[in-house]
């Protein structure tokens, strides 16, 4: 191996990346219904969403992925898609979105669409047809005769994720056919190879269309054995509706779906010249990481559901997050890039599981990490769970838990889902008629845009200190990273030859203090001494005030205190130029050891 390529090994290693738009980018997420209100008709709409475009601005995010906005009878809030190239009459019209897209255009925001490949409606025109036995349609689902041997005349045992047989009877075809997910959802067929392409000319309608990119849903469940056999039990419970008391080997994750989602994404790069991109979202506790990191032989990169997946609240601490960062970045492919999921739709806030006190403090490690960062809508502003009632419920998947669980974990996604709180008029600001779901009182509170916007410190001013500090300095683009952890605090470094950053975050509620001279040593000349450029909101700590100098040796955090550090260099003469090569130099030993090995 040539020094020459070896060198460009190192860059690579450094930067991680080839350079494409997305592979910095953050995305935010936006949940249409939750998000503004246009009309006062309670839900949220594209005009609202249009008509709040500034506010990305102002916050820094560049990309911003909308959640189902299709045309659906609404049986699972727009997964349950009855036509993938129209807009639903509760969110707008075609030329609504045309408009948002102009204008997103017009102030360098990116959309990516939520894509939900793997069902539709039962109200589709497809499913119509395919119910009818009409061609082509016949087989667009996957249909089955009534097998008396087992109870109800199911074909099998499949169970639903929303609890349940995955089987519904068609009294018109006199078959069953299989939903994954509730009765209005059938399961297309993609053994018929007529689905993937009325598929690619979806998505090739909505990047002619302005859209930059997809994030495709629940992926994993592409495809079914075509023997129907029943699955075995999984141990995991005694309850044999739950969907878990199954183990799903004939219904999941067939590698079949690896081959189908690298013609969707080929499919997207196509259309948009090689810009675009795709996420597929595969959230299970059963996908190995290496499962996981399959997903790059056939998209951008699967949302990494780490930080959701494995960590649980009550064993919360630094080396538990560091466990979590390292098992995506030791194991990713080279090359590619990471990316950093706190929380969506279908998850508690993150306020709600580790915390009010740790919300900055994970925005930081999302934000700071190589690669992409994925922001819930709210979750800039420290947005929690809102209470809602049993009568308040509308989630099929909290209605199917019945009243006495339907607010256990995992259960109801409504709490996650209540409107974004912009100000302290009614309703927080998203409407002026009563909202589909509860708003969360503590908008009331200064959990809202226009408070936190007027505070000296909030979690919004973090939020945006935290995405000036990724886009105006390259080494949180092309820099290394390391890591350290103590059981109350995560920390890490982002560092290359002129500079390197620190973030300190104490996930605990008592004070810690942590020995980070480590990072000295990352880079020739680094000085023992930092400056601390951000901080999270609500500390009281004289020796962390923003500006102040502290020794790396030494640090004092504050429970749940998070700080951004920058470590300064010794510099004279001709001393960077210097550091860089002895930079350089330690990393092409190391290229040139792992080579040799």
């Given amino acids: 191996m040539s020094l020459t390529l070896l060198l460009t090994c190192l860059a690579l290693q450094a930067r991680a990346s080839s350079g494409k738009w997305w592979e910095q980018t953050t995305v935010y997420q936006i949940y249409p219904r939750s998000f503004q209100d246009s009309d006062d008709d309670g839900t949220g709409d594209l005009a609202g969403i249009t008509s709040r475009l500034d506010h990305l601005v102002d916050i820094g995010v560049e990309t911003f992925w909308l959640s189902p906005i299709y045309k659906s009878p609404m049986a699972d809030f727009g997964y349950d898609i009855s036509d993938y190239v129209d807009v639903d009459p509760i969110f707008g019209t075609l030329e609504d979105f045309e408009n948002l897209s102009k204008e997103a255009k017009k102030r360098n925001l990116r959309i990516v669409m939520d894509f939900v490949p793997n069902h539709s409606s039962n109200e589709h025109e497809w ?28 074909p099998n045992n499949w169970l639903s994720v929303f609890r349940g047989p995955a089987w519904e009877w068609s009294e018109t075809r006199q078959q069953f056919y299989y939903h994954a997910f509730t009765k209005e959802q059938p399961d ?23 859209v930059d990119g997809f994030r495709m849903d629940a992926v994993p469940f592409l495809f079914e054995d075509l023997e129907f056999k029943d699955e075995p039990l999984s141990g995991k ?15 999941w994750n067939f590698p079949e779906v690896i081959d189908v989602l690298a013609e969707f994404t080929e499919s997207v790069k196509e259309n948009t010249n090689g810009e675009g991109f795709v996420m597929v979202e595969a959230l299970s506790e059963d996908l190995t990481t290496e499962d996981m990191m399959t997903f790059y032989n056939c998209s951008d990169f699967a949302f990494n559901f780490n930080m959701i997946v494995k960590l649980k609240p009550e064993e919360l601490s630094g080396e538990s997050i560091q466990d979590a960062v390292a098992d995506w970045l030791d194991n990713m492919p080279e090359g590619k890039t990471a990316n950093w999921v706190l929380g969506n739709h279908d998850n508690w806030r993150v306020g709600s599981r580790f915390g009010v006190g740790n919300m900055d403090g994970f925005n930081m490690i999302a ?17 929690t769970n809102t209470e809602v009632s049993w009568e308040q419920t509308v989630d099929p998947a909290g209605l199917n838990c019945g009243q006495e669980h339907f607010q256990d974990i995992g259960c109801s996604r409504d709490p996650e889902r209540t409107p974004m709180q912009w100000d302290s008029t009614e309703n927080a600001g998203f409407s ?60 890490f470094a982002r560092y290359d030859p002129q500079v390197t950053y620190i973030t300190a975050v104490n996930v605990k509620g008592e004070e810690a203090r942590a020995d980070l001279t480590k990072f000295v040593n990352l880079v020739e000349n680094s000085e023992t001494m930092g400056e601390v450029v951000i901080r999270s909101s609500g500390v009281t700590n004289d020796a962390t005030n923003v500006g102040n100098s502290v020794e790396l040796d030494n640090i004092l955090l504050t429970g749940y205190e998070a700080i951004v550090i920058k470590l300064g260099r010794y510099t004279s003469g001709s001393g960077v130029v210097q550091g860089s090569l002895a930079f350089i130099g330690i990393h092409f030993v190391i290229l040139l050891l792992n080579w040799l090995n």
């Fill in 127 to 154: 499913f119509l047809k395919s119910e009818q036995k009409e061609e082509p349609y016949t087989d667009y689902y996957i249909w089955k005769d009534r097998n008396e041997s087992n109870p109800g005349g199911f």
């Fill in 237 to 251: 419970t005694e309850d044999p509706e739950d969907y878990n008391y199954l183990s799903h080997i004939y219904t």
């Fill in 367 to 383: 934000l700071l990490l190589p690669g992409v960062s994925v922001t819930y809508n709210g979750e800039e502003i420290g947005m």
């Fill in 432 to 491: 002026a008629s009563m909202p589909w779901l509860p708003v969360n009182q503590n908008y009331l509170e200064g959990v809202n845009v226009e408070a936190q916007t007027a505070a000296k410190e909030s979690h919004l001013s973090v939020y945006k200190q935290l995405t000036t500090l990724r886009k105006t300095e390259s080494v949180f683009a092309n820099g290394f990273t390391d890591l350290f952890s103590t059981i109350p605090i995560f920390a």
């Fill in 188 to 210: 297309l067929n993609y053994w018929n190879p007529v689905i993937i392409q009325e598929m690619k000319d979806v998505l090739k309608f909505w990047t002619d269309r302005g």
